[in-house]
């Protein structure tokens, strides 16, 4: 899903295991309870099942704000 939408909004994906100290600390933080967690501008996003359609709503929110 994330290729899909990665063409047509350029998306830097950095994959960080839960079970280290640095997934750790970033789930605390982003209030993530469970994987995957996902941030966007290092903003908390989603966790748990990522839905394509508010991605892309939210992507295009951002490049059209910005």
């Known amino acids: 899903m994330l290729d899909r939408v990665g063409a047509e909004f350029p998306l830097q ?4 295991a839960l079970a280290t100290d640095e997934g750790r600390a970033l789930a605390t933080t982003a209030g ?3 994987a995957p967690g996902v941030l966007i501008d ?4 989603s966790y748990g099942r990522l839905s394509e359609r ?6 295009e929110k951002r490049r059209t704000n910005g």
């Open 32 to 34: 993530v309870l469970f």
């Open 54 to 59: 508010k991605l892309r709503r939210a992507l």
């Open 13 to 16: 994906v950095k994959e960080i």
């Open 42 to 45: 290092g903003e908390p996003f």
